[in-house]
């Protein structure tokens, strides 16, 4: 607010003084009073006006400004009237009671709607888990038959439902969060056995080494990461001979843990949108593409404490990094004898 607004907020104000000073002066004039001291009495005032106006302006945009720090230091803004000074004035003790009420009444809707959201979670939490125990008893029953076209059918519908499990919970992954030593060599195998079929099917070659490291931090979202990332690989494998590479880079402050397909890639004007939900990509369609997998991934990377990079080249290959920082990880041999993991 410039000093001329201000100003002009107060015009009434200073209209009225400036009738009462026109009304002093006529009083003098009419006695008779010497003009200079006229002169000088009317600029004294006028002077004294200005400097107290300018006093009052400084006096309210520190106010204003102190209000506005409070807002923007505020990560829960709706609880702003809670912690505003509570104003002199009458009419902005009006403004004051307006804003309570418009609070109070958005935290009541506010506090409804995060009721009913966490009961939707939980609902979907608890299908998603009962659902997949007779999925998981389909998916064995047609491997003991050998009729992998209907495995695979279930295994993607397993898959689904535990994308929807991670979606449900990333929003509150404190909550089911265990952070333990892993060997990263071990979470990797376990992985790929997962999806062995589906490599056997794109006859791919995995080639996996230099990875055993002990890594700290949650095996099920780990898990879950890795799974999106070669569940990616499988999708977009097309090529005569598929190729999945997995190794790791250990540097000073970090591990990189790097997982490698020679698949279709990505376009480059793709490639800063891999993580935005629901994005599958402007050329690669596939019916059963979701886009969120990258973006749970990216989510679940980010709360874990990790970082998580693609690059790619169209038609040639993607590389998907995930970088542990440094104290998140040793080698496996170091981790043996300190901590016993293998004894």
């Not at 449900?168 to 952070?179: I, L, N, Q, W």
Request: charged residues 25%; neutral net charge.
């Amino acid at each position: 607010m410039s000093f001329f607004t201000f100003l002009e907020e107060k015009a009434a104000e200073m209209l009225f003084q400036m009738l009462f000073l026109a009304m002093v002066i006529f009083l003098m004039v009419f006695y008779g009073v010497d003009k200079i001291f006229i002169v000088l009495l009317a600029v004294f005032f006028i002077g004294i006006q200005g400097i107290f106006q300018g006093y009052l302006y400084r006096k309210a945009i520190r106010a204003a400004r102190s209000v506005i720090d409070l807002a923007d230091s505020s990560e829960e803004s709706y609880y702003i009237s809670e912690i505003l000074p509570k104003p002199k004035e009458i009419q902005n003790k009006a403004y004051y009671y307006a804003l309570k009420k418009a609070c109070k009444s958005m935290n009541d809707k506010i506090g409804k709607i995060t009721e009913e959201k966490q009961e939707y979670q939980e609902y979907i939490e608890s299908f998603a888990h009962e659902i997949k125990i007779p999925i998981g008893a389909l998916s064995l029953t047609f491997d003991n038959a050998k009729n992998y076209t209907l495995k695979k059918e279930t295994d993607k519908m397993f898959q689904l439902v535990e994308q929807m499990i991670y979606y449900a919970r990333s929003e509150d992954t404190e909550k089911d969060y265990f952070v333990k030593p892993l060997n990263l060599e071990d979470v990797v195998h376990n992985v790929l056995l997962k999806f062995r079929h589906a490599f056997m099917e794109k006859k791919t070659v995995v080639d996996v080494r230099d990875i055993g490291h002990v890594i700290y931090t949650d095996e099920k979202w780990l898990t879950f990461i890795l799974s999106q990332v070669m569940q990616n690989a499988i999708k977009y494998f097309n090529k005569q001979e598929n190729r999945l590479t997995i190794f790791s880079q250990a540097k000073e402050t970090q591990l990189r843990l790097v997982i490698e397909d020679n698949g279709c890639g990505i376009k480059s004007s793709d490639l800063p949108r891999v993580f935005e939900k629901g994005f599958t990509g402007s050329d690669r369609k596939k019916n059963n593409a979701t886009g969120m997998g990258l973006y749970l991934s990216k989510k679940l990377c980010d709360r874990l404490g990790l970082e998580m990079k693609v690059a790619s080249v169209e038609n040639e290959y993607t590389r998907v990094t995930l970088i542990f920082p440094k104290g998140t990880m040793h080698r496996l041999s170091e981790s043996a004898v300190h901590t016993g993991i293998n004894g």
